[in-house]
């Protein structure tokens, strides 16, 4: 009996490891999003990085507002290829507005605790999907 319940215990064990593993990340990447606009911007809130989420800085670099959802994705790098997170992304279906030269700050938790390597977060702003660079440790 022991021998059974140490088996089961074992099997489960690795079915949540195999579950928190970088499995979720392995569609090839259909983004075009860009690195560089001349309508907004991003960036990493200094020192709000970790492997669980992070705070954006979204900049309006225009005369008027503009605006932005809740929704973003987020890829990981292998190789030169970009591969996209497909499990399960949930986000509330609201816009917020940017004032004129305005900025805000965007909360975001990962979809999955993420483990070391090269990512990207693709953040649509207005018209643009931007994109932004980051690695973890």
Do not use: H
């Amino acid at each position: 009996m022991k021998k059974l319940n140490f088996i089961v215990a074992l099997v489960l064990m690795l079915i949540v490891l195999v579950g928190c593993s970088d499995q979720s990340f392995t569609e090839p990447s259909t983004q075009n999003p860009v690195y560089e606009s001349e309508t907004a911007g991003i960036s990493i809130k200094p020192d709000t990085l970790t492997n669980e989420g992070m705070t954006l800085m979204i900049s309006n670099k225009t005369d008027s507002e503009l605006n932005y959802g809740m929704d973003y994705y987020i890829e990981k790098k292998d190789g030169d290829n970009w591969l996209s997170y497909n499990g399960t992304v949930s986000f509330i279906e609201l816009a917020g507005v940017i004032d004129p030269e305005g900025e805000v700050d965007f909360e975001l938790d990962f979809p999955v605790t993420l483990s070391a390597g090269d990512y990207r977060i693709i953040k649509p702003v207005g018209n643009e999907s931007l994109a932004l660079d980051f690695t973890i440790s």
